[in-house]
């Protein structure tokens, strides 16, 4: 079946990095377009980025741009969210989400999203 | 970029229905028809119940139905049951390459 899996979260510094992952199976990865999408504790959801199926196209939020870079490797079905300079406002819980078929990227809704892979900012 | 406008709560008894509303400006809900809602239920992943305004995901019942006037976009939950009770977030593309997400309503089913 159509399934996202995100991995990589963890308990970091302020100022450190961490990469995190995100395993797609069940659908022809390479054709759709991610994006990445985060929940602070008890708040809404927040979009952070996204990437079109080739990767020729990137865009990022503004509260992350210049810190994090949305890749992606279509040979491994796999999204990456490299984040940098960490801060403690970066603490959130990290959905993957799949691009409904059919649309820019960016411009579409997200029909299948992963459960999510914790990130604490905490010195 | 401010995120989109939605009332916190929202309620209604069984087999009621309700509308959330989900407020915007010219600039993202109404300039472009890319508005898409979310339910999520407590420690589980949203799950898209309405994209581009008004259509459905195959699997959705149509006792969910979506639509837009203006700036201002509704998500209607016809026939309430009690697996409604979740939260529920809008969506739109707000130009220049961005997305924004509402702040999310609780919808009680009394």
Redesign the interface.
């Known amino acids: 079946q159509v399934q996202l899996v995100e991995s990589g979260g963890g308990v970091v510094q302020p100022g450190r990095s961490l990469r995190l992952s995100c395993a797609a199976s069940g659908f022809t990865f390479s054709s759709y377009g991610m994006?990445w999408?985060r929940q602070a504790p008890g708040k809404?959801?927040?979009?952070v980025a996204?990437m079109s199926y080739d990767g020729s196209n990137t865009?990022h939020?503004?509260s992350v741009k210049g810190r994090f870079t949305i890749s992606r490797d279509n040979s491994k079905n796999t999204l990456y969210l490299q984040m940098n300079s960490l801060r403690a406002e970066d603490t959130a819980v990290y959905?993957c989400?799949k691009v409904?078929p059919g649309i820019v990227a960016?411009?579409?809704?997200?029909?299948v999203?992963?459960?999510?892979t914790t990130v604490t900012v905490s010195s | 970029q401010s995120a989109l406008t939605q009332p916190p709560s929202a309620s209604g008894s069984p087999g009621q229905s309700v509308t959330i509303s989900c407020t915007g400006t010219s600039s993202d809900v109404g300039g472009y028809n890319y508005v898409s809602w979310y339910q999520q239920h407590p420690g589980k992943a949203p799950k898209l119940m309405i994209y581009e305004v008004g259509k459905r995901p195959s699997g959705v019942p149509d006792r969910f139905s979506g639509s837009k006037s203006a700036n201002t976009a509704s998500l209607t939950v016809s026939g309430l049951q009690a697996e409604d009770e979740a939260d529920y977030y809008c969506s739109s593309y707000a130009g220049s390459n961005k997305v924004l997400f509402g702040g999310g309503t609780k919808l009680t089913v009394l």
Do not use: I, K, N
């Open positions: 994006h999408v809404g959801l927040e979009w996204v865009y939020a503004d959905h989400a409904v960016v411009r579409g809704a997200m029909d999203w992963g459960q999510g």
